[in-house]
């Protein structure tokens, strides 16, 4: 798997205010392009159908809002605040989230290609219907996220808490879950066909067929 990187310009961008940013898309219909935000605040904000094009987000928190069916493309959040967020059937390519907080996010149906997630804390988060591919999961604490029947492609998921993250019918041949924590995950059984584990987790997991181990 080799994850593109955002496309980022060498040179500086401009500083926007990010509400204003935002009422533009909305009223103006205006991309949201080429532009860096640092520790804003946008609340309750209806952005569905929106470009989010070539930015930077820094200490930046989105309260409330609804992103959905948007495409957001070679962007790098870090230190943000988008828990409980809408981003339903939304396209992202080429997008890294660094050190944010994503509890209760809703990715349903979203499309997620080269995209980085690392040590984010995602509980709660929702990427059930999801395609996701040629991404990138490092060190984040995934605690009951819901994943059903989503479409992994080339995935990386790396020092992961999955506790009691539901994968339902989630294929996860040839995913490498060796490093991740997957304690009381949620599965039918038939996701684990040519999934990479440890023998340690193999003893967890055997569970799910109805086995149990007698010394």
Not at 29 to 50: G, K
Request: aromatic share 8%; net charge negative; proline share 2%.
């Amino acid at each position: 798997m080799k994850r593109q990187l955002p496309r980022l310009p060498s040179e500086p961008m401009a500083v926007q205010p990010l509400e204003q940013a935002a009422w533009r898309a909305v009223e103006e219909e205006e991309h949201i392009e080429r532009a860096q935000f640092y520790n804003d605040m946008l609340l309750e904000t209806d952005l569905q159908r929106v470009d989010i094009d070539t930015c930077f987000f820094k200490g930046c928190k989105f309260s409330e809002c609804i992103i959905q069916k948007s495409y957001v493309t070679d962007a790098v959040f870090r230190d943000c605040d988008l828990s409980n967020v809408h981003f339903e059937d939304t396209n992202f390519q080429r997008v890294e989230f660094y050190n944010c907080k994503l509890v209760g996010t809703n990715f349903t149906g979203a499309i997620l290609k080269h995209v980085l997630m690392s040590e984010c804390l995602g509980r709660y988060c929702n990427f059930s219907f999801a395609h996701i591919q040629d991404s990138c999961f490092q060190t984040c604490d995934f605690t009951k996220m819901g994943m059903t029947e989503a479409k992994l492609t080339r995935i990386l998921l790396e020092g992961c808490c999955l506790t009691e993250a539901e994968m339902l019918n989630t294929p996860l041949k040839d995913v490498n879950l060796t490093t991740n924590d997957l304690q009381g995950i949620r599965l039918c059984g038939s996701e684990l066909q040519g999934a990479i584990i440890s023998s340690l987790q193999a003893v967890d997991l055997i569970r799910i067929f109805g086995v149990s181990i007698q010394d």
